[in-house]
C-alpha cells in the first residue's frame, strides 16, 4: 500500500506570513506618512517628472525613446541637451513612489504595480522549489526602470568582458573605448575612491556604501582576508577580492536614473514624457524605413510619427517582443503568429543570458551582543517605531540598510586561472537570510513554496543568521524569449534555459564549496557559524555537500539574479544572429536603434545596470555624432508639427511648459493599496473574513473606521483597519469631527499623569495638510525612547547624547513660538523599563482625526 507523507507545516507557515503581511504593510503605510510629514528631499515634487496628456502630445518628434529605463532615462536626457531637437519619451509604467528610494524595502516592490511580475516558462532543470517550477523575472515598470526597484549595486564587469566584445567584431567597445562612459555617468562620493583615476565626481549617478552597516558583514569581510583574498575596489584596477558594496546611492537613498538624468531634465521645453504609454509596435514602412510608433494611453491607441529616429529601450524581455511585434525577427515564427515579417532576423529574442545563483545557503550565527541589540539585519527592529525616528530625525538607522548584499566578493574556482583575475564566481554576502523577514517579503520575491519555506526556515525564525549567495559569472547556458501570441498586452514567453551546459552547474557548485569554506575562516568561527540545519525538502536523499546535493540545491533553489541581456545582440552584419552594428542600428532597419541590455552580445562579470548605462551614454554620442554629419539628410516623412510656435529661423521647436510643482497631500492609502494590490485586495479579504466570529461580527481586536472619506481610495469600508499593525500602531482608530475652520488637535489618552504635558512647535496648517506632530509625539516621551535608543544598537549607542538633545529640544520651545490652543499637543507617557510601552497619539489624514495607539 503506498504511503502519503502528508505535514500541516506549510499551511502553518503559510497562515502566519498571510497574517504577517497586514503588519508589514502597516509598516509600510506608516513610512510613507512619515515620509510625507518629514522628508520633503526624498518628496522632491519640485522636481518630480510630470506626465503629458494624450492632448498635448504632438504629431512628430525628431526622436522617439521607447521606454523610460536604466537605458531610456539616460538617452532622453542627453539627446534633450541639444533645444533644437524635440524629444518623446514613452513609459509604460509611472513616476517612481517614493519608497522606492528607501535602500530596505527594494524585496518589497518586487511583485509590487511597479514591477511587470514576469515568471519563466515551467522547467523539470530548474526553479524546482519555486510556485509552478517558475522563476520570477522583476523588471521595472515605472520611471527608470529596474533600476528603481533593484537593489543598488554598483559593478561594472571585467575589462576583459568588454575586450571580448570588439574581439567579436563589435568595433569601439573594448574596455579602453567604454572606461570613459563609465566616468561619465559617475559621482564617486566613496571618500577614498574620489580622486582615483578609475572613478569620477560630478555625474548624474551618484555612488556611495550603503549608510547602515550590520555588524556581521565586517566578520565576513574579515574572513575574506583569512581565506586569501584583498579588501579591493572591484571597479578599479582589479576586480578579484571582497569589497563592501558600491551602490547607486544619494545621501544614502536610492539614485534611479529617472532621479539623476529625468528630474533635472523633466522642465527642458523639447522633452515630452508620456507615462502609462504601452508601445504596441513600431511603424515600417514598405521600404524599411521607421516612421513612428503606436501606443495605447488611456485605453486610446495613439500613432505619433518621427523625423529621425526611434529608439528601442525597453529591456532584454521587450525590445526583442516589440520587435517582433512590429515585424522584425524571425520570419517563420512571425508568420505562424500571424504577424507579417518586415526584416529576417533570427537573433531577435536569442542568446538570452542571466546570472543563475544557488539560493538557500543561510547560516546561523550565535549574537555576541549582551544587550539584546541587533549583529544582523532584523525585521522587527526595521520596522519598529525607533527605526522610523532615527529616519526621519536623524537620517540614519536600519531602514538606510539592504539585506540582500551589503558586502560581495569575486572568486576563482578550480576552472579559473587566478593569475588572469578574471573570477567566474560572484558572492553576495547579505546580514540576513530568509527567516529573518518571517517569509513576508523575501519569499514571495523569489517565488518559494510554502512547503519549502516551511522546511528550511520556519523553525529557525529571525534566529541571527546570513547568507552567502555565490551566482555564475558567465553563464554558457543560451536560452530565448519568444511571443506568446501577437497582443501586445501579453507577456512573452521565456526560457532560461539554466544548466544546459553542464559547465555551468560544475561552476557554481565550486563557487557554493568556496562559501562553505568562507564559513570556516577564524573571524566566523567566533561567532559559532554554522549551516542551516534544515535542508531543502528535495534533496533530502543526498549526502550534504556532495557534488549529488549541491547540485539538488541549485536545481531547486534557482535564483536570477535579475541580470538577463542579449536578446538583441551587437554584432556584425555576417553573423546571422546578430541583431544590432556596433552603433546599435538594427541590421537591415532605417532610423531604428536598440540601446539597452539586450544589445550586449555577451553577459558581463558582475550586476549589469552600470554596463547599460555606459552603454546608453556612449549610444548618446553616437547619435549626436551621427546627426551632426551634414551628409545625414532629415528622414522623408519630415513633417512639422502641430507645435505652438517657430522661432525666427523657422525651426521647429516645442513651446517651454510651465510644470506647476504640485504640493498637495498625496491620498497615501490609495497611494499604498494600488502600489501593492495583492496585499490590498485579496490578503485583506482573506483577512477580513478569518477575524469574523461565529456570529457574524468581526473580533472585537479588529480596528473600525468610520469614515467613509478615507475609504475613497480604493478601501472598503473598515479595510484601513487592517493596515496598521496592532504590535506596532493600532488596535482603534476613530474619527473625531471637528467644527468647521478649527485647526487640528493632538491629543493622547494619558497612561498616567506622572509625567507633565509639553508643548511643541506650532506646525503651519492649510486646507488639508496633515499637522506635524506623530515623530514629535514619539520624541516627547523622554524616557520611552531614550531607552530604547540606549540599547537599540552598538553602532548607535553612542549617538544616545543626540537624541536626548533632539527630545529636550522639542521639549522646550514653548517659550519661543506661539502657544495657542490650536497648535497644542500634549503627551503623557509611562515608561516601564522591559516592559512593552504604550502611548497614544492623534494622527490627522485628509480632513479627519484618527486615534492612534502605540
Known sequence: MASHNFSLRPLVSGTRILFGLLPGLGSILMLRMVIHLYRPDIEDAEHRVKDVPVDELYNCYDFIIIGGGSAGSVIASRLSENPDWNILLLEAGPDENVLSEVPVLFPALQ??????QFVTEPSSDYCLSMVGNR????????????STLNAMLYIRGNRKDYDNWAMLGNEGWAYNDVLKYFLKAEDMRIPEYQNDPYHSTGGPISIENFRYEQPITKKILEAGEQFGYRIVDVNGEFQTGFTKSHATLRDGLRCSTAKGYLRPAAKRGNLHISLHSLVEKILIDDHKNTYGVKFTKNGISNVIKVNKEVILSAGTIQSPQILMLSGIGDSAELKSLGIDPIAHLPGVGKNLQDHIAMGGHSFLFDNPYTNGSDYCFNYHTVSSIGSLIDFAINRNGPLYSMMEAEAMAFVNTKYQNPVEDYPDIQLFIAPSADNMDGGLFGK??????????ADLYEDILYKSSFSIVPLLLRPKSRG?????????????????????DQEDMARLIEGARIAQMLVEQPALKEVNARPNPNRNPGCKKHSLMSDEHLECQARHHSLTIYHPVGTCAMGPAKNTEAVVDTKLKVHGITNLRVIDGSVMPTIVSGNTNAPIIMIAEKASDIIKKDWSDSRIVRFKYDTVPNLKYQDKNNIVKIEPRHVENSKSTPNIFNEISSLFPYLSQDI???????????????????????STKASRGGFEKNNISNFLPNSYYSKEIKENKQAKGDRPRFTSNAVNNKVSPKLLRPYPYNGDEYCKTMTESILSTNSRNIDYFKGYSPILSDQSKNYKQNIMYYNNINDNFDTRKDNKFISNTESISNEPKKSNIWLYYNGLKYEIQL
Open 480 to 500: 530565448y524569449i519568444k511571443l506568446s501570441n501577437s497582443d501586445p498586452n501579453t507577456a512573452p514567453l521565456i526560457y532560461p534555459n539554466y544548466y544546459s
Open 444 to 453: 514571495r520575491a523569489n517565488g518559494l513554496t510554502d512547503a519549502t519555506y
Open 111 to 116: 511583485t509590487s504595480s511597479l514591477d511587470w
Open 135 to 146: 522563476c520570477k523575472w522583476p523588471r521595472g515598470k515605472v520611471l527608470g526602470g529596474s
Open 684 to 706: 485583506l479579504k482573506q483577512y477580513e473574513k478569518s477575524i469574523t466570529n461565529q456570529s457574524g461580527k468581526q473580533n472585537v481586536t479588529d480596528i473600525s473606521i468610520k
